[in-house]
């Protein structure tokens, strides 16, 4: 039997990445990160595509996508994003790439680039993916969609704490305002915005916890 494909979108810090990964080990299927996908694009810009005023060149990106190569590598049982070979996976969650982040992901060339790989990996069945377009635009056809929202307020609070958690100084203003930013950019951008598909299931977990919330969308997936 063909194991599910699960699409989750939804607000940044509504815990779609870490959710997906329980729900992912519980029902024995891979869970694909795309944000983090994008993050290390935007990472890479940064590192390589520079204009001199720190600004990132598009053009200069996006000529240069074939030398960017993203592969998930399983570290004791959690996959950790490499690119060319480098660990990224606490280089992706800094400030400055979650400020440029949304900029990189409205480029049409590169979700271009990133749709194949992810379709080709879900056409085998047995995943999980998470982001802002997996339901509407990367996988239409998932067998299940959930789309996650939560308050302003809660989504700071969940972020401002992972930040912190990993080492990382922040200030809590500074994280709404960028929340604030990144929901007005990915929603209104042409290419592949965020929006709820029209068959999603939506969950407010504003005030419930990580577990409620992991048992809830499951309820969903096992009743059948």
Not at 50 to 62: A, M, V, W
Not at 115 to 123: E, F, H, K, T, Y
Not at 208 to 220: G, Q, V
């Amino acid at each position: 039997m063909k194991k599910p494909v699960i699409a989750i979108d939804g607000y940044s810090s509504t815990g779609k990445s870490s959710i997906s990964k329980v729900i992912a080990d519980k029902l024995g299927i891979i869970h694909l990160d795309t944000g983090a996908l994008y993050r290390g694009i935007t990472w890479y810009a940064l590192e390589n595509c520079s204009n001199e005023d720190g600004s990132i060149n598009i053009d200069k990106l996006i000529s240069q996508l074939n030398e960017i190569h993203l592969e998930f590598v399983n570290n004791e049982g959690e996959l950790v994003l490499y690119l060319n070979n480098k660990n990224i996976s606490k280089e992706i969650r800094t400030h400055e790439v979650s400020d440029n982040v949304s900029l990189i992901a409205k480029q049409k060339e590169v979700r271009a680039y990133l749709l194949q790989s992810q379709r080709s990996i879900a056409d085998k069945g047995g995943v999980i993916m998470d982001g802002r377009d997996i339901g509407t635009v990367v996988l239409p056809n998932a067998d299940f969609k959930f789309f996650l929202t939560a308050s302003i307020e809660e989504r700071t609070k969940r972020r401002y704490k992972e930040l912190l958690d990993l080492g990382i100084e922040a200030d809590e203003n500074q994280v709404k305002e960028n929340l604030i930013e990144r929901d007005k950019t990915d929603s209104e951008r042409e290419i592949a915005p965020l929006k709820q598909a029209e068959d999603a299931i939506v969950i407010d977990n504003t005030h419930l916890t990580k577990r409620e919330t992991i048992e809830k969308m499951l309820s969903y997936i096992l009743k059948i």
